[in-house]
């Protein structure tokens, strides 16, 4: 039987009308979705910092913005004490796979210290020698830097090949902000964890400190830190830096056990415990 053109023009506008409404309600929903991720977002005391780099993902790809979000929601822990920028070490976990890591920063190498230092200078130099000078040298530069004993160095290389991943508190007006690091043979990576947990892999770095070894037959490794003035000043990046080798030297039962509980028992770290070792020392 042929259907009149009337009842098919009909159909037709009902059609239309059944897949407008059907797009609008998703459209309204993930809109809704978004501004409620944005808002439960804007809780991490740290949002406004990196507000313009989320934004940026939200734009170029909306849907991967909103699974990261979510996925850190479902697993978002109760913190007890407000004044804590919020934790979820489930959810960073994720990145404690060695071997990926190691694949991942591979492709970078290591920076030699002729690049930036005349060797020629302090070949006849004694440690001590060296020291003052490296010092000196990065006096007037906007850099962290410092002169480690070889033997020391030898055993931070040791926990850092088992321990490639972390986590530091920094003290902020607000309470305290965390800053994961991911350490590669003798260079290490900073980034803020509210960026990580919203860029993943593709977090941009705050801090990366190199460790220079061609000195070392002299009883020395050269360490320099270059750092993001938009995320972290001189005092904040030295910080960090010396958190890295109080936990990582291994001279500290206590802090050399956190970094093997965050490592081979995720679960069962606390965020809190890394806070209250800091509380505890003068950096």
């Keep these: 039987m042929a259907i009149s053109s009337r009842v098919l023009l009909k159909n037709i506008r009902c059609l239309n009308y059944i897949t407008s409404n059907f797009l609008r309600r998703k459209f309204t929903t993930t809109s809704t979705n978004m501004e409620k991720a944005l808002e439960n977002l804007k809780t991490n005391p740290y949002y406004e910092k990196y507000a313009a780099r989320i934004a940026d993902l939200q734009k170029t790809s909306p849907e991967e913005f909103m699974q990261r979000v979510e996925a850190q929601q479902k697993t978002k822990e109760e913190t007890k004490k407000k004044k804590f920028a919020s934790v979820d070490t489930r959810q960073f976990s994720s990145v404690l796979n060695p071997k990926k890591a190691i694949e991942e920063v591979s492709e970078s190498k290591d920076k030699r210290l002729s690049d930036i230092f005349k060797l020629d200078l302090v070949k006849d130099k004694d440690a001590t020698e060296i020291q003052i000078i490296w010092e000196e040298y ?25 321990n490639p991943t972390f986590l530091f508190p920094l003290p902020r007006s607000q309470g305290y902000e965390f800053f994961m690091c991911q350490s590669y043979h003798h260079t290490v990576h900073f980034t803020p964890l509210l960026a990580y947990q ?23 490794v050269l360490m320099r830190g270059e750092y993001d003035k938009n995320v972290l000043n001189g005092q904040e990046a030295r910080c960090l830096a010396n958190q890295f080798q109080m936990y990582y030297s291994g001279k500290d039962a206590t802090k ?23 509380e505890n020392i003068s950096l």
Excluded: R
């Design 138 to 162: 990065h006096k007037s530069k906007e850099v962290i830097s410092a002169a480690i004993p070889k033997d020391t160095y030898s055993s931070l290389q040791e926990n850092v090949q088992q």
């Design 198 to 220: 919203v860029h993943k892999e593709n977090a941009p770095e705050c801090l990366t400190m190199v460790h220079y070894t061609e000195l070392a037959d002299k009883g020395l």
């Design 256 to 278: 050399l056990q956190l970094l093997k509980t965050f490592t081979l028992n995720p679960d069962t770290f606390k965020h809190m415990d890394l806070i209250a070792q800091l």
